[in-house]
């Protein structure tokens, strides 16, 4: 080739080499190292002041695991790897996956009322079961007062010793909650920011739901249609065995006139019941978040419901910036653009964040034992895990 052609052909390669060194490529992800990431859960153990602290992090089917602090205070004791721990809240996506899988197989309707499936438990003091529906509970739009067990156990060290083996029944608690006015009427279904508050009373009320349904407990069908589907050996529902199975890692909480950490491992939570009653692992989170957002464990039409949110409170806003609620799976907006999926669990002593991005490629567990009543410390320290788990789903 000569001449203009040939003069033609080097200016074309030219430019086509100028474009390529200039046009921006896909971000490239370098893979996250073992060393890397203990550095990080070194960082969140030391700004936040806990005990010890545990992330696993996955992109793919990589998977890096690590962990800060001691298993148990003055030990010298590594964090375990595969920890089992109380998986708090996080219960209540799996109940509600479970109310979605029957509501899939037409057993019964998100519109369906309380008072339809457990006639006159929720009445009086302005309560109102017949006003109340399923959907209201799974997305904490019911106005239900949210119980506080301290009521029945007090809030002190001593009173957490006294107490920490007392069998209290879900219904004594649900109960104690009803004598409270609602904090605001159910919400209209067409309103899309309906008032919201968050309620464990409503959890509990649909694991009487689901037994009244089923015939069965609640954790029989949380065991047979999600822990035994998946795979989940390190899941459970504990009922009152305080204890949990090794390995583990110690909690500690420091209660309200306290100048130390007491040690809140060892403890029966049947009162918790379908609202926050799981012990799990880091693993097995992920596998049941990953399988949920995939589209295993649900038909689309109740997946989009569950995904279908409305914004949080002031209160949680407050901790948690963004966060909206679908029906037992909470979002909230990542810096690197998208949301994140899954749910937090609290409970003494324990903090449990978990973070998926929608397609379910990456995820992040993290769990942390050592907790405050102090409000300013709790915000510093959600402010940390909400940072860590936002590195590490926007990592590149």
Not at 15 to 29: C, I, K
Not at 35 to 58: M, W
Not at 125 to 141: A, E, F, K, M, P
Not at 155 to 163: L, P, S
Request: one cysteine or more; proline letters at 7%; hydrophobic letters at 35%.
């Amino acid at each position: 080739m000569t001449g203009p052609r040939r003069l033609a052909a080097v200016v074309l390669a030219s430019l086509a080499l100028s474009v390529a060194l200039h046009t921006p490529s896909s971000p490239v992800t370098t893979p996250l190292t073992p060393e890397r990431l203990r550095r990080e859960a070194a960082t969140a153990l030391d700004t936040t002041g806990a005990v010890n602290l545990h992330i696993r992090v996955r992109d793919g089917r990589h998977t890096v695991e690590a962990g800060a602090g001691e298993a148990a205070l003055g030990t010298g004791r590594p964090v375990p790897g595969g920890a089992h721990f109380r998986a708090a809240s996080v219960t209540k996506s799996f109940v509600a996956t479970t109310v979605l899988q029957l509501a899939a197989e037409r057993r019964l309707s998100l519109r369906d009322t309380v008072e339809h499936w457990l006639p006159g438990l929720v009445q009086g003091h302005g309560n109102d079961g017949s006003r109340i529906t399923v959907r209201h509970l799974l997305q904490h739009t019911s106005g239900l007062y949210d119980y506080d067990t301290t009521e029945l156990t007090g809030r002190t060290a001593q009173d957490f010793e006294r107490h920490r083996f007392d069998h209290i029944d879900p219904a004594r608690i649900v109960a104690a909650a009803l004598r409270h006015a609602p904090d605001f009427p159910p919400a209209d279904p067409d309103d899309p920011e309906p008032d919201w508050s968050y309620s464990n009373t409503g959890y509990l009320l649909l694991g009487a739901l689901v037994e009244k349904v089923t015939g069965r407990p609640w954790a029989e069908e949380v065991e047979d249609r999600i822990i035994r589907r998946l795979g989940l050996r390190g899941t459970r529902v504990p009922g009152d065995d305080p204890y949990l199975p090794q390995p583990y890692a110690h909690v500690y909480h420091r209660f309200t006139g306290s100048d130390g950490y007491t040690d809140t491992t060892v403890r029966t939570m049947a009162w918790a019941d379908a609202a926050g009653s799981l012990v799990s692992t880091s693993r097995d989170l992920d596998r049941f978040f990953t399988a949920l957002l995939t589209g295993r464990l649900l038909p689309p039409r109740e997946r989009a419901a569950m995904r279908t949110t409305v914004p949080a409170n002031e209160e949680h806003q407050q901790f948690t910036p963004g966060m909206r609620y679908g029906l037992g799976l909470m979002e909230q907006p990542l810096p690197c653009g998208g949301s994140r999926w899954g749910h937090h669990g609290d409970l003494e002593g324990t903090f449990v964040r978990t973070g998926f991005t929608a397609d379910g490629r990456r995820s992040v567990v993290v769990t942390a034992g050592g907790r405050t009543t102090d409000e300013a410390r709790l915000l510093a320290t959600e402010k940390v895990l909400q940072g860590l788990i936002d590195r590490m789903l926007c990592r590149r």
